[in-house]
């Protein structure tokens, strides 16, 4: 099945998540690829638990958090496309 979009970020990272918000704004529609089987990259896979104290506007937040909440500030006003568990190669 062949689908259209008008971008694909490869990587479901605290980047590639936020990427699709911005998109999202400008109306436009991305497919987002990740190799993992869920989103957040390092954040969620590597350090769910661990406080992160970086982020502007937030004292702190663990890797799970940031990334719950980067999901759920694209869900608030767009829909996301999802493809896991597979891997670009270039
Ligand atoms: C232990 C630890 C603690 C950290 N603590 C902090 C902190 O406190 N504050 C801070 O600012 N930063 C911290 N960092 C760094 C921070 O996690 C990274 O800067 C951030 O995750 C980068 O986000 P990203 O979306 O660019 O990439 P990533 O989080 O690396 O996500 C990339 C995603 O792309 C996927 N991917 C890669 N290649 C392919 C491919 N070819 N095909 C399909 N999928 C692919 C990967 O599976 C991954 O899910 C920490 C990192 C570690 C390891």
Request: aromatic share 6%; net charge negative; glycine share 8%.
């Amino acid at each position: 099945m062949i689908e259209k979009t008008d971008v694909v970020i490869i990587g479901a990272g605290p980047v590639g998540l936020f990427a699709v918000f911005e998109l999202g704004l400008l109306n436009i529609n991305c497919h987002l690829i990740d190799n993992l089987d869920k989103v957040g990259g390092q954040c969620a896979e590597l350090y769910p638990e661990k406080p992160i104290y970086d982020i502007p506007s937030r004292p702190v937040v663990t890797g799970q958090e940031l990334t719950d909440e980067l999901i759920k500030q694209i869900k608030k006003k767009f829909s996301i496309k999802l493809v896991m568990l597979v891997t670009i190669l270039v």
